[in-house]
């Protein structure tokens, strides 16, 4: 019977790796083709590009797995003949780090104050929170135009960056998980003449860094593809628009280029993705925990 147990786990265990295998190969095939087409030529892809609608529509469109000749042209073309792909993609890199680090900054301490002290209000404060986070930008976007009006701050770079240094949900996910962690903790730290903080530097900042590791990596996938705030808070400033916004214009009418643009816009994701993803699975881990 015990044999039979184990034959009938390990033939489950080998049916779900085979189905996830499938379905992470099904999502990694437009990954690989978009690399794989940014190294055909600009005109081999204009002519590709230009067979889009000229199906019958019971037919599949052509695959082609390998250029006539490999090329890096469309590169070039983004990187040095034409900058303004770009100056776009260098606008988005200034905006995510700009928002990452005004996050680093304030939505730990907040979270630290939301879920350790206790002080007059700071219940009606987290549950504001909350209410902001389940509203839709579309319904705030209204008092945040106004209120960036007020401020002079609209068509300016602050405009995007200044209200996302203050996402709700990153506060709450932050102050959910220190909420949890043992008091002894902190009054061990206390008890060897630590203070606030040192406490929240040396005890409470480590000890959350898986969850501060999953948070950048969501908040990095947030700024990177900003779109309906650049498009309200700069409809003046197209100069200051991201790579997010302008890249439908790649696809209107075939450039030649918009496979190595878009390679280029997903390769930071990639990376950052990569470098947290311990910190993503170990947050996911300790949440189901809790």
């Known amino acids: 019977m015990k044999k039979m147990r184990r034959t009938s786990l390990k033939s489950r265990h080998l049916a779900t790796r085979a189905v996830l295998m499938v379905l992470a190969l099904v999502v990694l095939v437009p990954i690989v083709v978009t690399f794989l087409y940014s190294f055909f030529s600009p005109t081999e892809i204009k002519a590709y590009m230009g067979t ?31 900058t303004s792909i770009l100056r776009m993609f260098v606008n988005s890199a200034f905006y995510t780090v700009a928002i990452l680090l005004g996050q680093a900054a304030v939505i730990p301490m907040m979270a630290y104050a939301l879920s350790r002290f206790e002080f007059r209000g700071r219940d009606a404060i987290f549950f504001g929170i909350l209410m902001l986070m389940l509203l839709p930008f579309q319904v705030t976007m209204v008092p945040n135009v106004l209120t960036l009006r007020q401020l002079g701050l609209l068509d300016t770079v602050w405009a ?33 003449g630590a203070g606030t903080a040192r406490c929240f530097v040396h005890v409470v900042l480590p000890v959350c860094r898986p969850v501060i590791g999953a948070a950048v990596a969501l908040s990095f996938a947030d700024c990177w593809n900003l779109v309906e705030q650049p498009m309200t808070y700069l409809s003046q400033r197209p100069d ?24 280029l816009y997903m390769l930071p994701a990639l990376f950052v993705y990569l470098y947290f993803l311990k910190d993503i699975l170990t947050g996911i881990q300790l949440t189901e925990l809790k």
Do not use: C, H
């Not at 209200?163 to 002894?184: A, C, D, H, K, S």
């Not at 890249?247 to 209107?252: G, S, T």
């Open 52 to 82: 889009r609608g000229s199906y019958d529509d019971a037919a599949w469109m052509d695959v082609k797995l390998s250029p006539n000749m490999f090329s890096l042209n469309q590169y070039y073309e983004i990187l040095i003949r034409d």
């Open 240 to 263: 200051l628009q991201p790579l997010s916004v302008m890249f439908n214009q790649l696809v209107d009418e075939s450039s030649g280029t918009e496979f190595a643009g878009a390679a």
């Open 160 to 192: 995007v960056i200044l209200p996302m240094w203050f996402t709700p949900f990153y506060i709450f996910l932050l102050r959910q998980f220190m909420v949890g962690l043992p008091n002894e903790l902190l009054e061990a730290a206390q008890m060897d």
